[in-house]
């Protein structure tokens, strides 16, 4: 029958549209269902359009240090307008190409909500504008049913978005106008990315995080170091502190902070960002019905993807944490193979490596130091400088930081940790490094090209082992 299939994914984001793709090389009749566009948050407000948004502050900010390369860039300015309109088309691209690999692999996009009746079957209420031509309303059945519908930004009672002043990803990502001055609230990711980003473009910005540490699940160094340069860029950070208040103006935001002790201040922003994580998009679903487990507000699976329901599956945000991109690609391949019979490998998520796209970059795999101490490891630590690397010094990078952890008894790499340009490229040789449970005399015995980034790895791993060269 026309709408029976092996596999329905319902979400085409980053997890969804992978997860279908790889169901067509296998050879299962596969359809996803979207209700909004293909590519999900990542793609479209998240992920990718950050990043050109970052991009363009990164050329701005070496355009106003031209003098520090030898030379001369006068009356730098920008067009927000245009900076936006860059980002938005780099999305759209991205977009259009994820509907070109459904056409591809021959897989059905169904526009519209799915509500999973019963094990095996859906139902979907039809988009408002689907595209000309495609699938639409209707009951569909499947053998295999995988829930990839991501999540949306967690809201603190007092701080409901308003799209006006305050913000959730979604208006950060395309102001009309520049704000003079932001609040970020929250210093996961996403907070600091938009910190790192409006800071850069001039804005006055003042991070809030209710946790000792910036970056909570950094390591405790590599956040510390992180904080310094961007308090050096300006940027004000008041950790142990929350946002007790908030008072809307015509065009501003008055917001009072409470510290740790109870002592409270005010301050008056344009606008406020909060970015205090995010919640699955697990509603509507049919889910409680079929008494599919939840906690916490995703949905509990094994390493394969797998549900407490036969048939029914979850990936990505909407599955548990890390909330990324990538873990949730990865799991949709391992759920698919796994319902294909090929015995994939689970999930390991300490080999999911999480990168920060500010400025400067932070990158990690593994096990804090501190992590891997409180799991009973008796540890080595490695650490080199960028100052101490020669081409981070001709690309006038001198500031940050490669820090490895290891089993000082086996050798076996637990952690890698990075703070400065580039790390977000150089982290996945230590994720590959860990994923072949590579040994430090591996490592150390690999030869890393000159002049690199990359050799301030090996010189970490030497440095755990008194064998470190260039410090």
């Known amino acids: 029958m026309a709408n029976e299939y092996d596999l329905i994914v319902i979400g085409a984001g980053p997890g969804g549209y992978v997860a279908a793709i790889r169901a067509a ?30 991009r363009s502050a990164e050329i701005y900010h070496y355009m106003e240090h031209a003098n520090d390369f030898g030379l001369s860039a006068k009356d730098v300015t920008y067009d927000t307008g245009a900076v936006v309109k860059r980002s938005r088309a780099v999305a759209g691209q991205l977009s259009n190409g994820v509907g070109f690999l459904m056409k591809k692999n021959k897989i059905d996009v169904i526009w519209g909500t799915a509500t999973i009746t019963a094990p095996g079957k859906l139902s979907v209420k039809a988009a408002d504008d689907p595209p000309k031509g495609a699938l639409g309303g209707g009951d569909y059945r499947a053998k295999h049913i995988i829930v990839a519908t991501g999540a949306r930004p967690r809201e603190l009672p007092g701080l409901e978005p308003d799209k006006k002043l305050i913000w959730t990803y979604f208006e950060a990502m395309a102001p009309e106008v520049m704000p003079k001055s932001l609040l970020v609230v929250g210093s996961g990711a996403i907070g600091i990315e938009f910190a ?14 209710i946790l000792p540490q910036i970056l909570p699940v950094e390591d405790e160094e590599i956040a510390a170091h992180a904080r310094k340069r961007f308090e050096k860029q300006g940027i004000k950070i008041m950790t142990e502190s929350k946002v007790a208040s908030v008072k809307k103006g015509d065009d501003s935001v008055t917001a009072t902070i409470e510290t740790k002790d109870g002592k409270t201040q005010d301050i008056t922003v344009d606008r406020l960002i909060s970015a205090v994580g995010v919640v699955g998009n697990v509603e509507g679903l049919g889910l409680d019905a079929l008494k599919v487990k939840i906690e916490k507000g995703t949905i509990v699976i094994d390493e394969l993807g797998r549900t407490n329901v036969p048939g029914i599956y979850a990936i990505g945000d909407v599955a548990g944490p890390p909330m990324l991109a990538h873990k949730a690609e990865h ?8 319902i294909a019979g090929k015995n994939p490998h689970g999930m390991d998520k300490l080999k999911i490596p999480g990168c920060t796209y500010c400025n400067p970059q932070v990158a990690s795999v593994g096990m804090t130091e501190k992590r891997a101490k409180e799991a009973g490891y008796d540890v080595t630590v490695g650490r080199f400088p960028f100052l101490g690397n020669g081409k981070a010094i001709a690309l006038g990078e001198p500031e940050g930081m490669v820090k490895t952890v290891f089993d000082k008894k086996t050798g076996q790499l637990l952690g890698a940790h990075m703070v400065g340009a580039e790390v977000t490229e150089l982290i996945q040789g230590f994720v590959i490094a860990m994923n072949l449970e590579t040994t430090e005399e591996e490592l150390i015995h690999s030869v890393f090209p000159h002049p690199t980034l990359s050799e301030m790895m090996h010189e970490s791993v030497m440095a755990a082992f008194g064998r470190v060269i260039h410090v």
């Open 196 to 209: 790192s980003f409006y800071r850069t473009m001039g804005a006055e910005v003042t991070v809030v995080e």
């Open 25 to 54: 090389q296998l050879g299962l009749k596969t359809a996803v269902v979207e209700k909004s566009y293909l590519g999900g948050i990542c793609l479209n407000w998240g992920c990718i359009p950050t990043k050109a948004l970052l």
């Open 331 to 338: 799991e949709g391949v391992i759920c698919v193979e796994g």
